[in-house]
Each structure stands twice: as C-alpha cells, then as structure tokens.
C-alpha cells in the first residue's frame, strides 16, 4: 500500500498478498459488470484532520484516499459543496455555501504558515472527535486570526502572485468581495434586510450607474480591506485545489466537484435580471429567468467555474434545469445543451462529456424526465445518478434499469448518497434484493444483512457509487461526522461486526446472483478467502511498512516491523 507508518491488513505476512487482492477486485469487478466509475462521496470536511475540517490535499487526506483506492477501488472522488458556508443556528451547512468560489476551509493551511502557527490551529480545536467547523470559519478562531496575519505580512513571492491573481480574477470576484464587505456594513447574510441602496445597488431599474459607482467607491474606502481579504482566501484556496487534484490525478483518480442547483445571495444580489422575484426551485432556493439572456450568462458563468477547477461535475438536482416553476415549457434540452457547451470552451471539443453527470435521485413519479418506460430523448445518453432508496420491482436497481433499455453507460448507481435517511430494513425492498441477490429474504430481515445486500446490489452497475457514510458506518448527519484518525483499524473493526463496506462480501454476493461462482471458481475462491479475511478478527494482525507509489504501481520497499506476539497479534 502507501504511506510509511500505515497500518495494513496481513495478508499472509506477504507483501505480494496486498497486489493480489486489488487484482482480484479489479478483476472480480470487471467480470460482474463494473468497467466504468467506481465513485466515492465525501464532503470535504469529514476527511481525517485534527485542525478541525478535512482538508482536500493534505497528508492525511491523500493517505486516505490510498487506503479508499486499494480496498475499495475506486477512480472517481464525488465532493459534496466547497463554496463558502454561513453559520445558521450555530451550525455551518454545508448546503448553505456559495456556488461560485471556494470556502476558506479548501486553504491547505500547513502550506502556507510555519509549524508554530499549525500547532497552534490545531491546538485551539476542543472537539477533534467531529468536525469543528468554527475552528476554521468564525471570523474569531485561530486559523483566522493567522490567516490575516498572513495577509498583512505577505513574502514577496506570494505577494506577486497575488497581484497577478487579482489583475487576472473576474468581475465576479469583486462582487463577492463587494457583498462581504456589505454583510458587515448592514450586519446581516441576506441582502434582502439591507438598506434599499446597498440591497438593489446592481439592479439598474432601481440604482443608476453614478449613483452605484459612488456607492462601491464608499464601500471601497470603508471596507477595502475586507474585500482584499477575501481575494486573498480565494487566492488560496485556488491554489490548494488545484496542487491537491493534481496529487489525486497523480494516483489515478479523477476529481469531481458538485455544481450546486441554486445560487447564493450575492449571485442573485449582482444578477438580477437573471432571477424570477419571489419564485423557488425547492428549499427556498431563487429560479432563474429563463427568458431573459441574463439566466444563461449566469448558467454558463457557473458552469465555466466548475469545468475550470475539476475533472468532471455533478448536477446538483438536475430536474430543476428540466422543470422550471411557473411555465409548462421544458427547458430540459437547451439548458443542459447550454452546460456542455460551455463545458467544452474550457475542456477542448475531446472532452468527454460522460465526465459530468445528473442527479435524479428520486423516485420515477417526483419528476417528469419520462416518455412512459423511458427517458426523455435528450437524456438518454447523459449520465444519470441514483440511487436504490426508492428501490421497487421497476426502480432503483441496476437490473430494472437494464430491463428498461438503458445503455448501461448512461447512469450510475449506489445505495445511498448524502440526502439518504438512515438505512432501515424494508421488507418490500429485502424481496426486492433477495430475487436479484439471490438470498433468503428472511435472512433479510437483519438490519446488518439487508444493509450488505443493499451495497452488494450496485456492485453489477457499469458505473457505481459509494457514499462515505455506508462505507465506514460512520454514524450521524453528514455535515458533522468525520472520519476517525485511525481510520483503518476502525474500519476492520467494524468489519468484523458485520458491519460497513466489505467490497469482497458485495462481490461473493454478485458473483453468486450471476453464476459465476460456477464459471470463475478460482476467481470465486479468492473472493471468498479475502472477504473471510476482512471480517474475521483470527486472520488480522497489523503490519509496518513503507512504500512509494508511482504511476499507479506499488513499489514495496521494506517490511521494518512484524509484530510477531501472539498476544499483541491479537489484541490489535
């Protein structure tokens, strides 16, 4: 595996063991049918860090992200939102963040300040066992604190290149510089409880130019500093996304963002004309004008933001681009035409649009994207996210969606995903999953089995998705667990009750549901002896050792510590 120090299932005390478990996972996926996406949910924030919030690049975060590759196989990482978040009743939803910039909590802070002052942040964090959003985000903490101090007492470097960021940065960037700057002049998030002035200062039916021009020279002068502030952060935090999916391409994986449905305050503040007053998309969020030019700016505006800092995007709630409110017209075609076009003028016309994909995690009846048993023509080759929360007879498996016509290509299943209830046995859907898996449905009936067979069932789809939650049996809402620092021996231990994401246990499961165990015996052996290895607490013992890893091969350079007590054996 990766990384000096990490501890690592015993194979047989035989480091060829570990490359042979990826091959029979990469091979047991092929044979059952997954060729394409093997992708992993997380927010951000979740990911092991002890300042208080995950960060995307850091040390920690790439050595998990080895570990989630070797064991589980995946290529593809799904972030939930990386925009800016507001505190709301003491909490920092993250469904609450900005569209279109990048939250401070993205600033891989160890790059840029001494070891002094990273000991500090992480000393200031008082509950390292979740994440601690006001650790890194109130204006107060620590982290902040050295962030402005930072600001102020720039190396040279950096201050030219922050220069040059700033000559270089849209006008986008100084109207969100512009909108922080008045949160703090009217005390308030929303732009709504502003003064009339400052709340409609980029409608012209109501502000003329001279009279906007005064007031942002005002805005300058007062809160100049502010507005330089956050192009700072923004600064930043550029350059930590794009140093940390770099390192994530290096290792093979591709990096997807999560192209919010809605847009936030300041977005509809500066855009105006592009919104519909006092009309919603779901979750109060505003509805864009879809007769007015100004909607499709600000679409392409957004889509640009997300093709230029990822490899691939997820369409947050994509049904709301398809049924607007207010109007029997579908926009479907010409709005998702309007993303990819936009998409290729920052990938190249190479690119490969199967790269971004559209959420319709719902039930069939919840939006019309259908003709009867099939979607709409212009949906039948995007690809299309679900999952098996709404499973039926005609739904929300990989085999019902076959046996629907659907190229195999154009969707991508999993279990659950962050809007996901917690998982609670269904007797509906454990016929359901005992006639496609082949088990007893009464077996069914146990939470732990039903929760196996539930993440056992996207394992045939072409494509597939795990959400971080399941995987580890990580226990909460998403927007506050996090995963533990030991991570892996969590992880094992959960195995052995059964519980969380055992890869071999989903396949020995498929295999057996597709026959293949008759076919492939020696490939279902193996299967077999490494998810008895997983779960079974007399084949663990932990091992030491490093290794570097290059290309996506392992180079295994030495085996320093066996721990060869017995009794140490088994009490790890």
């Known amino acids: 595996m990766y990384v000096q120090g990490i501890q690592c ?19 047991a996926k092929m044979k059952v049918g997954n060729g394409g996406k093997s992708m992993l949910i997380l927010p951000v924030s979740s990911l092991p860090d002890k300042t208080g919030m995950g960060n995307l690049g850091s040390a920690e975060s790439l050595k998990f992200f080895d570990f989630a590759k070797q064991y589980w196989g995946i290529n593809e990482i ?53 994440v601690n959003y006001r650790n890194i985000l109130h204006p107060a903490s620590t982290r902040e604190k050295i962030l402005k101090n930072l600001y102020k007492n720039m190396p040279t470097d950096l201050k030219q290149n922050f220069e040059n960021y700033k000559s270089e940065s849209s006008i986008l960037l100084e109207k969100k510089g512009l909108y922080q700057a008045l949160i703090e002049l009217n005390g308030t998030h929303n732009y709504k409880n502003w003064n009339n002035l400052d709340s409609n200062l980029f409608d012209e039916r ?45 290792k093979g994986l591709k990096l997807n963002g999560d192209l919010l449905c809605g847009f936030s305050y300041d977005e509809v503040w500066s855009n105006p004309k592009a919104f519909l007053k006092d009309v919603s998309i779901g979750w109060g969020l505003p509805a864009l004008n879809l007769e007015n030019p100004e909607a499709e700016k600000i679409l392409r505006e957004k889509t640009k933001f997300y093709a230029k800092h990822f490899d691939g995007f997820r369409v947050d709630a994509a049904w709301t681009y398809i049924r607007q409110p207010k109007s029997s017209k579908d926009y479907g075609e010409k709005f998702l035409n309007i993303i990819e076009d936009e998409v290729k003028k920052v990938k190249g016309n190479s690119y490969d649009l199967k790269n971004i994909t559209y959420e319709f995690v719902a039930s069939a009846d919840d939006f019309n994207i259908h003709d009867g048993e099939s979607v709409k023509p212009y949906l039948k080759d995007r690809v299309k996210l679900y999952t098996s929360d709404w499973l039926s007879n005609d739904w929300g498996s990989n085999k019902s969606f076959l046996e629907r016509g659907w190229d195999k290509k154009s969707f991508i299943l999993g279990a659950t995903n962050h809007d996901s209830k917690s998982v609670k046995v269904d007797k509906k859907q454990a016929e359901i999953l005992s006639k496609i898996l082949k088990i007893p449905a009464k077996r069914l ?23 971080i939650r399941e995987a580890l049996n990580l226990k909460g809402e998403y927007n506050d667990f996090k995963i533990p620092d030991n991570y892996e021996k969590q992880y094992l231990k959960t195995l052995e009750k059964g519980e969380g994401f055992n890869p071999m246990d989903a396949l020995e499961k498929t295999f057996v549901a597709q026959g293949l165990d008759k076919t492939e015996p020696e490939l279902y052996k193996k299967i077999v002896k490494y998810r008895k290895i997983l779960e079974s607490k007399g084949s663990k013992s932990y091992l030491k050792y490093g290794a570097i890893v290059g290309g996506g091969a392992i180079l295994l350079f030495g085996l320093y510590k066996i721990y060869s007590n017995r009794k140490t054996q088994a009490s790890a």
């Open 206 to 250: 109501i502000v003329n130019a001279s009279e906007r021009d005064k007031r942002i020279a005002q805005i300058h002068k007062q809160k100049g500093e502010v507005i330089d502030f956050y192009k700072f952060k923004q600064f930043l935090a550029e350059i930590s996304l794009q140093k940390a999916k770099e390192q994530l391409n290096s």
């Open 9 to 27: 299932i015993n194979f047989g005390r035989k480091p060829s063991d570990m490359k042979d478990y990826s091959d029979t996972l990469r091979k």
């Open 78 to 130: 799904q972030l939930l939102p990386v925009g800016r978040y507001h505190e709301y009743e003491g909490k920092y939803p993250i469904y609450s963040g900005t569209s279109m910039d990048l939250g401070a909590q993205m600033i891989d802070i160890k790059s840029f300040v001494t070891d002094e002052e990273y000991k500090k942040i992480i000393d200031s964090n008082k509950t390292p066992h979740k």
């Open 445 to 467: 009936n146990n939470i732990k089995e039903f929760i196996k067979a539930k993440l056992a069932e996207p394992t045939a789809a072409y494509n597939n998705m795990l959400f």
